[in-house]
């Protein structure tokens, strides 16, 4: 409790001191303090401790899928209703847990810039702690994705402002896709129907890679299929220091999952890589997707070397890169991720009560 409240105090330091920074202006021109994956939990102090709360907190605690170390989803903070002032409502990523007899049922509701911008809140509305800490713990990846797609939309914002154009240029003449990665990874590679940057930097070592190949079947998006194919370009591609030594995919380590990007059918891939015959590893995620147009098989990856640094900031700010890819006949507009909590479900939130 006290580690708690002391991290909110330096919190509240922190957001007096950025108030007056520059940057875009929410409904009332404030620009939102907090750092990146910070949340903050509006909840009656007595149900934060009780099953309700925990359920809540397990969900926030939970470890980032696909790292070499323990790091966590979210920093968290908490306050109570009555001390929800004005300062506090500037933080960037806010939970309210709302539990009152007046709702029939639980439901999420979202706003956007409320208090300032960029910032994203959430409000879980319960009409008792019992189904409360149900909705929560079934609801849990969703929680995790909504404010994590969130944070990397912030990114993808950035990237669209200021992005390596070379890399770019790059892309659309090779593979006939478009992308936008960070500025900073000005070291590039050419091999055939493979491309990719990198900061070459000594440590929190960042890295892009896009590759294609024909399109088989069905099983094509599979993670036998993807391993195999990941290893085969990438022995070709990404070589280690000396003869023999290559990079690969430890695949008892890889997870997929299927991906909704730019509205068509994603499988992404997440898990660590090595470096045959040397002691350098690190973790990559992978989104594998259909080029109907051309009949082949997009994979763009981001990975990183950082063994002596936390990896979560590192990994998401280059995942979010990932989401920008543009195959040929993407008809979507933009390249904001869907928050995985519709308007719908806000609406139905307002009405239930």
Request: aromatic share 10%.
């Amino acid at each position: 409790m006290r580690k708690q409240l002391f991290y909110l105090s330096l919190t509240i330091v922190a957001i007096a001191l950025s108030a007056c920074s520059g940057g875009k202006k929410g409904v009332f021109g404030a620009t939102s303090s907090g750092r990146a994956y910070e949340i903050l939990v509006v909840v009656d102090p007595a149900m934060w401790e009780r099953p309700a709360g925990r359920a809540l907190y397990d969900v926030l605690d939970t470890d980032v899928p696909g790292l070499p170390q323990s790091e966590r989803s979210f920093r968290m903070m908490y306050t109570s209703p009555a001390n929800y002032d004005a300062t506090l409502k500037l933080i960037r990523n806010i939970i309210i847990a709302d539990v009152q007899d007046i709702y029939t049922q639980p439901k999420f509701k979202y706003a956007k810039d409320v208090y300032a911008a960029p910032q994203t809140i959430l409000t879980i509305q319960a009409p008792d702690e019992a189904s409360f800490e149900q909705f929560v713990t079934e609801n849990k990846q969703t929680i995790i994705d909504f404010f994590t797609r969130a944070e990397m939309n912030r990114q993808i914002t950035q990237l669209e402002k200021k992005h390596n154009d070379y890399v770019t240029t790059k892309v659309k003449s090779m593979f006939d896709c478009d992308v936008w990665v960070p500025a900073e990874l000005s070291s590039t590679k050419q091999g055939e129907n493979f491309f990719w940057a990198g900061t070459n930097a000594a440590t929190g070592d960042q890295n892009f890679v896009i590759y294609s190949f024909p399109y088989r079947d069905k099983n094509t998006f599979t993670k036998e299929y993807f391993v195999q194919m990941r290893d085969s370009v990438m022995k070709a591609n990404i070589p280690g220091a000396r003869e023999g030594m290559y990079m690969a995919t430890d695949s008892l380590m890889t997870d997929v999952r299927p991906l909704n990007v730019q509205g068509e059918y994603a499988l992404e891939a997440r898990g660590l890589w090595r470096m045959k015959g040397d002691f350098m590893g690190g973790p990559f995620v992978s989104h594998m997707r259909l080029d109907p147009v051309n009949q082949r098989i997009i994979v763009v990856e981001a990975f990183i070397y950082s063994p002596d640094k936390l990896k979560r900031n590192l990994m998401r700010q280059m995942e979010a890169s990932l989401y920008t890819l543009r195959v040929p006949g993407d008809k979507q507009t933009g390249a904001e991720i869907p928050l995985g909590v519709t308007k719908e479900q806000s609406k139905a939130t307002d009405q239930g009560k």
